[in-house]
């Protein structure tokens, strides 16, 4: 959703932005090209990644910072610079470049050691997860995350097979949960949601979307955008509930004459309901089907 990114952020040419989830640098070039004197700093937490945003934004360094930290560390250093931005975007999940870099692990059609970490260096991998959470662990992450019915199946498949011996690989895992998935399910390929569901808990990705996108929203500038790109509906929600009550103000209870807690709303939504994909891009993106785009414009100051 490049395009429909890039006009939701209504970009100044001396303005200060940010691509908190800069991955391949695909939305990062595209925000710097339509800057002259203004700046864009681009996070992830990937080193791969940052490699490739030094090569790919080689091209417009002059005007982009790039920033090797998580999303949820953006805003604190925002404010170490008093830094305050005319736009920020978040493209939240697994990036492009991680799903096709089969040895990261992310992919369940490729073969791969079990990694899924988004950062590195972090000590928890998939294969940690997959080898030693107990059954009743699995079934809770597998149906939480993943959305999965079959989840309690699904984990006793796997704490059957790891008896045997650890599970190492992605296409080892992937047999073991198409054994315990019904042949006639209709759920799309039967290893996608409990990938899903370990993904997100060795990277904790879930954990993090909320306080991110309420301390970045801090460092707005009255009339600044935020726009964020979700995939699957456990992170659309929690972008939408965010939103809603940042975008409420007043918390007090509704039978209460006057308000007492003095909260003010701090943004207000540029469209109620999320944008979506358009056909074309759909042709050419399968990736983007389930994508979701939410903006939002912060208030001026009371």
């Keep these: 959703m490049l395009r429909e990114c890039i006009d939701a952020l209504c970009i100044k040419p001396d303005g200060i932005y940010a691509d908190c989830t800069a991955g391949g640098g695909g939305h990062s070039i595209e925000i710097a090209g339509r800057l002259d004197s203004g700046r864009l700093f681009a996070f992830d937490q990937d080193s791969d990644a940052i490699k490739a945003l030094n090569s790919r934004l080689a091209p417009v360094a002059e005007r982009v910072t790039i920033v090797h930290r998580n999303f949820v560390e953006a805003a604190d250093m925002l404010m170490e610079s008093d830094i305050y931005l005319d736009g920020v975007l978040f493209d939240l999940g697994v990036s492009s470049y ?7 692990g992310f992919s369940y059609m490729q073969d791969a050691p079990l990694d899924m970490r988004m950062d590195t260096t972090s000590p928890i991998s998939a294969m940690d997860v997959v080898n030693g959470y107990s059954k009743e662990a699995l079934t809770s992450l597998i149906y939480k995350w993943g959305e999965d019915r079959y989840a309690p199946r699904i984990a006793a498949a796997i704490c059957r097979a790891r008896e045997r011996r650890p599970i190492e690989t992605t296409l080892e895992l992937v047999d073991i949960i198409k054994s315990a998935v019904p042949s006639n399910s209709k759920d799309g390929h039967p ?31 009255p009339g600044g955008r935020i726009a964020v790109i ?6 659309d929600r929690i972008v939408k509930q965010t939103f809603a009550s940042m975008a409420k103000g007043c918390t007090c209870p509704p039978d209460f004459p006057v308000c007492v807690c003095g909260k003010k709303p701090i943004i207000e939504f540029v469209s109620r309901k999320p944008l979506i994909p358009s056909e074309e891009e759909l042709s050419r993106n399968s990736r ?12 001026s100051a009371g």
């Design 98 to 104: 991680q799903l096709d870099t089969p040895e990261r």
């Design 191 to 221: 290893a996608k949601r409990t990938f899903q569901a370990i993904r997100i808990e060795v990277n904790r990705e879930l954990d993090i979307i909320e306080p991110a996108l309420t301390s970045i929203v801090e460092r707005l500038k």
């Design 230 to 235: 979700t995939f699957h509906s456990l992170e």
């Design 288 to 299: 983007s089907h389930s994508a979701k785009l939410r903006v939002a414009e912060k208030l």
